[in-house]
Structure formats: C-alpha cells, structure tokens
C-alpha cells in the first residue's frame, strides 16, 4: 500500500486541490471581530477577501423517546484570496487552512503555508494544534493522459481496486466501486481514503467520463505544540507522497510524464 519513491513533477498530475488544515481549541475572539491585523499581515499575498457564514448540520441528541434536534451556531469563515484566485486561507474559531487547485511542489506550497502561520500564530497564539492534516485530492481522467480503452487494473493497485481488480470483470458494469478506509499508518499519523471511479459534476453540469478518485486525507491528532507542526507537516507530507506512489502502476506514473525533483 506504501511505497518509497524518489519525488517527481508531473507535467500531467491530476490533483485538482491540495488542502492543509490545522485545528486548535476555539477561540472566541476570531469569531467575534473582523481579523483585521491577520489580513493586514498576509494581505499583500491574499489581498481579496470574504467573509461567509455557514450553518452546520443539525445534531440529534438526547435517547429513545427524548430526541431533540439541536442547531448548531453559524460558523464565521473568514477567506483570504490571492490575486489570480488559486490560493485560499480559511479561518474559522477553531481551525486555519491553505487551499489551492495550483499545487506544484511541497516547498513552494509549505513556503506559502509558512507565510500564514508566521502571522496566524503570533496573532492568535492557540494553545497547541488537535490536528493536522493534508489532503491531496486527484482525479485522474485517461482521456487527459492519453489512456482511453485502458482499465483501471492496469493504472493502479490491486488494494485501491477492490473487485475491479479482477481481470474477468466488466469495468463498464460496475454502478459504484469505491472502498473509504481510515487506519493507523507510520509516523504517527492516520489516513482517511477513498479510492474509485466516479463521475464528477460541476454546478448543473455533470463529466460524462468516468475517472478514479483518490481522495488521500493524512493527518496527526494528537495535542501537538505550536512549535513542532513544522515536523509534523512535513511527516505527513511523507507518508502521503508514500501512499501516492504505493497507488499508482508504473504505466500510470509514466502516462503522466515525470521529471525528477
């Protein structure tokens, strides 16, 4: 399922967003003004701006015959765009967050990142982090990388295929093939995954070409401190820079035309 690889660019790579998100105990005072130095420390970076509120799912609580529904408050999410749009911050009462659809490498996304923290901690100075985590979301399209006709038995492997691994299956007559698992891995660290085909859907519009998902959430939860998720971004990095490369065939490496870093 993990493999050691040396790391490559890809002139196709499929990721269509890369999200680091870290969570610290709540703190009422983000939600309770506009974060007008923290935009002012970064803006020159991200200098447009929004503020949203989002309702979260109600909660059903209480036991048989006392059930109560509870609503949730609102959440304040603050959002710090850069200028082209494809770099996001996110900030909320108890978590900060750098998004982009625009992922080269890991040190100019962890030099962006650092950017952030250097201005989120000394502003808001949380007590520790509870998590840490980054996703890699990739959708891989065989029309894009010149693999039409090609199964997906022979882009990835077996453990991230489930049946459609077997070679007297019919891909095209599968509804729904995916596997999500969360477990345990190296490091510390845990992963949440989901791997499979799927069709995509943007607004009203929905892609007539069905491609493999992998959805590859690392993350850490435990009480860490402020001064050490450095370290532990960059474990996390490893152990899913492991899991991409323990995914993927070497046809599949190859289709997306690799330079090494």
């Not at 005072?29 to 701006?49: G, L």
């Not at 962006?112 to 891989?140: C, H, M, S, T, W």
């Amino acid at each position: 399922m993990f493999l050691d690889r040396d790391r490559y660019l890809y002139r196709k790579h499929q990721l269509v967003e890369v999200i680091c998100q870290l969570r610290f105990p709540t703190i009422l005072s983000i939600s309770a003004r506009e974060p007008a130095d923290f935009q002012e420390a970064i803006r020159r970076d991200f200098p447009q701006y929004k503020r949203l509120l989002e309702q979260p799912q109600p909660k059903l609580t209480g036991g048989p015959g006392n059930f109560r529904v509870e609503e949730p408050q609102r959440i304040t999410n603050y959002q710090f765009l850069s200028a082209d749009g494809k770099w996001k911050v996110n900030l909320t009462n108890n978590f900060v967050a750098l998004a982009t659809p625009a992922y080269t490498k890991w040190e100019d996304f962890a030099a962006k990142l650092d950017l952030v923290l250097a201005q989120f901690i000394p502003v808001y100075r949380p007590a520790y982090f509870e998590r840490v985590g980054l996703r890699f979301i990739n959708v891989f399209s065989r029309k894009a990388l010149d693999l039409e006709g090609v199964p997906f038995r022979e882009l990835f492997q077996p453990a991230y295929l489930g049946l459609l691994g077997e070679e007297d299956v019919r891909e095209e007559g599968f509804a729904r093939a995916g596997q999500d698992v969360e477990c345990a891995i190296s490091g510390g660290c845990r992963v949440k995954l989901h791997a499979g085909p799927g069709l995509l859907q943007r607004g009203s519009v929905k892609d007539s070409e069905i491609k493999f998902i992998l959805d590859n959430d690392v993350f850490m939860n435990d009480k860490l401190p402020v001064n050490q998720c450095a370290p532990a971004l960059q474990t996390v990095h490893i152990q899913a820079d492991r899991i991409f490369a323990g995914a993927i065939t070497d046809r599949l490496h190859e289709a997306m035309e690799p330079e090494p870093l």
